[in-house]
Nanobody, 121 residues
Framework: VQLVESGGGLVQVGGSLRLSCAAR????????MAWYRQAPGKQRELVAA??????????TYADSVKGRFTISRDSAKTTWSLQMNSLKPEDTAVYYC?????????????WGQGTQVTVSS
């Protein structure tokens, strides 16, 4: 599975950006899908994740982004996005998408290449 990210860039405080992640290759049983970020000198942290079952979708968010960021995925479950509103300087980081895939009882993790988000004040 290859994850291809798009949508990063430079934005002013209070602005918005939308990140997208497309899974290519053997895209079956990808669940959950998530976004992480890593700021300079800091550990990578979970920003948002979405877990999909046959009856519901369950998004989770880091406290620091609740009410500002929204994670969503397409119906084919191979592309997911992160809508980021009311951006703050502390949101500046490299953002990575991540997918978990189950094959024959084993879990495999895949990461995107990362996309830079810079919020200027």
């Amino acid at each position: 599975v290859q994850l291809v990210e798009s949508g990063g860039g430079l934005v002013q405080v209070g602005g918005s950006l939308r990140l997208s992640c497309a899974a290519r290759g053997l895209t079956f049983n990808i669940n959950p899908m998530a976004w992480y970020r890593q700021a300079p000198g800091k550990q990578r942290e979970l920003v948002a994740a979405i877990s999909v079952s046959s009856v519901s979708e369950t998004p989770t968010y880091a406290d620091s982004v609740k009410g500002r960021f929204t994670i969503s995925r397409d119906s084919a479950k191979t592309t997911w996005s992160l809508q980021m509103n009311s951006l703050k300087p502390e949101d500046t980081a490299v953002y990575y998408c991540k997918a978990e895939q189950w094959r024959l009882g084993s879990r495999y993790d895949f990461w995107g290449q990362g996309t830079q988000v810079t919020v200027s004040s």
